[in-house]
């Protein structure tokens, strides 16, 4: 991919929104032995932000492309 920034925001974009919708981020870090950290991180308050972030990122690598 030419764009590193367009990867970055669509493979972001992808697992936060899998991790929203799906249990996948309990398994992911239950399988690390990281569940103490998932009461944190396991909320809307989080999820949702990263997620936004992402999508802002593939829409300013977009626009940039767009824009050359």
């Known amino acids: 991919m030419k764009n590193p920034l367009l990867g970055i925001?669509?493979?972001?974009s992808v697992l936060a929104a899998l991790c929203c919708l799906t249990p996948?981020?309990?398994w992911v870090l239950g399988g690390l032995g990281l569940t103490g950290v998932l009461?944190?991180?396991y909320r809307d308050a989080v999820l949702l932000p990263v997620l936004a972030?992402?999508?802002l990122l593939?829409?300013?690598a977009l626009w940039r492309k767009r824009r050359r």
């Open 53 to 55: 972030f992402f999508l």
């Open 58 to 60: 593939v829409g300013l």
């Open 24 to 26: 996948l981020l309990p």
């Open 9 to 12: 925001g669509i493979t972001g």
């Open 39 to 41: 009461g944190l991180v």
